[in-house]
């Protein structure tokens, strides 16, 4: 991460500073870094509706986590990952078909 060290200060309106704000929110960004992006041309993409995928990977890491210091534990000796991996799959599916719509 760069040191930010330089500060820049200008004047606008205060409708274009509410519309530059409310693109800012949208893209989960403070002003500075929204701002930043824009100036220097950098895509910024913005998916709505990953929480839920999100909670869904956490609950999937958990489960491997758990299986795993079984295993390491000497209690399971063979592992089905099959419905982990089902699981893995309609996450990764409905995030590229999130991102594709």
């Known amino acids: ?3 930010k060290t330089r500060m820049f200060a200008f004047r606008l ?3 274009d500073y509410l519309r530059i704000q409310s ?3 949208k893209a989960k960004l403070s002003m500075t870094a ?3 992006s824009t100036a220097l041309n950098k895509d910024i993409i913005v998916v709505d509706g ?3 995928f999100l909670s869904e990977l956490k609950g999937i890491g958990r489960n491997l986590n758990q299986l795993t210091t079984l295993c390491n534990m000497g209690k399971i000796q063979s592992l089905d990952l099959a419905d ?3 699981r893995f ?3 990764v599916e409905s995030v590229t078909d999130l ?3």
Request: charged letters at 30%.
């Open 50 to 52: 990953l929480e839920q």
């Open 84 to 86: 982990i991996k089902n």
């Open 1 to 3: 991460m760069k040191n």
């Open 23 to 25: 693109k800012a929110v």
């Open 34 to 36: 929204y701002i930043t």
């Open 99 to 101: 991102k594709a719509g």
């Open 13 to 15: 309106s205060e409708s």
């Open 89 to 91: 799959g309609k996450v």
